[in-house]
């Protein structure tokens, strides 16, 4: 399937709401780190998802994974 619109692609909208939704799954693999907030922004251009953790001394954390599709090269 060929991409018709990049801003946002809706591949990139789909890829933001795995990572919303495998939460609890992504945080298995963060040693000693518990999410406790996810904050979706799926209408900018490149989508993001921003976590806000806590490591186990009570300190907060974030992280911003910003979703970018390269064009199609067809």
Do not use: C
């Amino acid at each position: 399937m060929k991409t018709t619109s990049y801003n946002p692609s809706s591949l990139e909208v789909d890829f933001a709401n795995a990572l919303t939704i495998l939460q609890k799954d992504i945080e298995k693999h963060l040693q000693n780190n518990q999410i406790t907030h996810i904050e979706p922004n799926l209408t900018r251009d490149n989508p993001m998802v921003k976590f806000s953790l806590v490591d186990k001394d009570g300190d907060p954390h974030e992280i911003v994974v910003r979703i970018v599709q390269i064009p199609d090269k067809f």
